[in-house]
């Protein structure tokens, strides 16, 4: 595998994560130092946020490494109650999390009338990353155009690397991390390159990628139609499953939308569950690094695999919160089709 220095000067992609402010919150008393977990893991425990924060830290142990994470579980009050709180505010490579942020600022610029979702890019040979994660990089077929509103499903659904640098034509780095500084998130900034259209994917904290998460919920960070347009997109079947879906039903799976990064030996998702009803009952973000199998990038992953387990155990956990205060966001039943 290639040093990080060499793969990142060869693709010179981009992005950024996220940070924000909607849901207050408050600390858990008596948090311990390291995932806010009580002090003996396997301890009975009755409240959705204790049984989040036994499940993280019981699979954050297995897998080892280092963690940088923050997730609360919404309590009947409609305040977040922190769960895991563990190296919340270091600045980390976010890798491909900050795709969130990409696309945030792409849709800001479509809120304020500047893009339009059906506008059309041109795709060139030039542009497609070589071997990039993603769609672009098998077709042989180009030049060839997309719409906007294409290139976005494609950066946060199957993290397409090409996308990224489609992006950075109607959104150059500058004005993508001025836009994010202008919501509130100044540590969720994309690396600028000399070509001003391109840019690493930048760096965020735990916090911040959760707050962001927790405005686009709360309806603050885009217009209603971007805010539902960006959720349907990771919420749908085919966002990532490797991680915190993994072992889940469709129906389940519904219920969460996410989004991972993955670079080097990080491995990184951040996401939102809903209950039922269609309410945000928790955000989770869960930025890890130093694990070993560095080269593995599959789903048997020691990270991978801890965030797997971490999933069912979330969703069991807060399956009983169903009075929250907010705005509901009703998933799109999606069905296979065969055709015709």
């Not at 034509?169 to 991390?177: F, R």
């Not at 960006?230 to 039903?249: E, H, K, N, Q």
């Not at 519904?254 to 209950?275: Q, S």
């Amino acid at each position: 595998m290639t040093s990080t220095v060499s793969r990142r000067a060869a693709l010179g992609i981009g992005g950024a994560v996220t940070a924000g402010a909607v849901l207050g919150m408050t600390e858990p008393a008596g948090a311990a130092p390291r995932g806010g977990a009580p002090d003996d893991p396997d301890q009975p425990v009755g409240s959705p946020r204790d049984k989040v924060a036994v499940a993280y830290r019981s699979e954050r142990a297995k897998a080892g490494g280092n963690w940088y994470a923050y997730v609360t579980v919404a309590g009947g009050s409609g305040v977040a109650q922190v769960a895991v709180a563990e190296n919340a505010d270091t600045v980390v490579e976010a890798y491909s999390v900050n795709k969130i942020a990409v696309a945030t600022a792409v849709l800001d610029k479509v809120d304020r009338g500047l893009l339009t979702l059906d506008q059309r890019l041109e795709v060139t040979a030039a542009i497609v990353v070589p071997g990039g994660d993603g769609i672009f990089s098998l077709d042989s077929a180009y030049p060839s155009s997309v719409t906007i509103g294409h290139v976005l499903a494609a950066l946060l659904t199957v993290s397409d690397d090409t996308a990224v640098r489609l992006c950075g034509l109607v959104c150059p780095a500058a004005e993508l991390n001025q836009i994010l500084v202008a919501k509130g998130f100044p540590k969720t900034q994309v690396e600028p390159v000399a070509n001003p259209n391109r840019f690493f994917l930048g760096t965020s904290t735990a916090r911040e990628t959760h707050r962001m998460l927790q405005a686009l919920v709360g309806g603050t960070l885009l217009s209603p139609a971007s805010t539902s347009y960006l959720l349907s997109v990771l919420r749908s079947p085919i966002a990532f499953t490797d991680g915190i879906r993994r072992t889940m039903s469709s129906d389940e799976r519904a219920r969460i939308a996410t989004k991972a990064g993955w670079f080097a030996d990080a491995r990184h998702e951040a996401g939102i569950i809903f209950n039922p009803g269609g309410s945000p009952v928790l955000t989770y973000v869960l930025f890890a690094d130093g694990q070993a199998d560095a080269d593995n990038f599959g789903a048997t992953h020691p990270t991978l695999q801890a965030r797997a387990a971490m999933g069912p155990r979330f969703l069991a956990a807060v399956d009983g919160v169903t009075t929250v205060a907010g705005t509901v966001h009703r998933g799109r039943r999606q069905r296979p089709s065969n055709g015709g």
